[in-house]
């Protein structure tokens, strides 16, 4: 069951004028920047609602080679939001619940993502054109 929107993922030029951008938005820093080099992505996350039960974060992103997914995103629609991202308990269990309701599940397996989640992704052809990602905090 999805249970809240997780975050918002902006792709984004370049990140620093982004992250300050973004703070003076909303009024906080970022809490978390990482590389996702199997992504070949920078992330940065800012709390929307921090100190809330379901915080709903906001996530730059910024290519970090031109081969990326995020790079090819802003050849094609330039700066904007890329994904929205759905926290979800059991990600295998929505995953085959969502295949048998008819989704494309990009992903076979979830895989390791920012922020310390399990992530997969749901095809935008499915879902009015916006890609749906899927996360699970991975439990250590």
């Excluded at 249970?3 to 909303?26: M, P, Y």
């Excluded at 050849?75 to 926290?87: Q, S, V």
């Amino acid at each position: 069951m999805l249970t809240n929107v997780e975050h918002i993922g902006i792709a984004v030029r370049d990140i620093t004028v982004s992250n300050d951008l973004f703070a003076k938005l909303l009024n906080v820093q970022p809490y978390k920047a990482e590389i996702v080099a199997s992504e070949g992505v920078t992330t940065s996350f800012f709390n929307v609602n921090p100190g809330q039960e379901n915080q709903t974060k906001i996530e730059l992103l910024e290519a970090t080679n031109s081969d990326s997914p995020i790079a090819k995103f802003l050849e094609k629609k330039g700066e904007g939001i890329h994904h929205i991202a759905f926290a979800v308990e059991d990600i295998l269990a929505e995953m085959d619940r969502l295949r048998a309701e008819g989704f494309t599940v990009l992903n076979d397996v979830p895989k390791r993502g920012a922020d310390n989640k399990l992530v997969c992704f749901l095809h935008p052809k499915g879902t009015n054109g916006v890609l749906i990602e899927l996360c699970q905090e991975i439990k250590e």
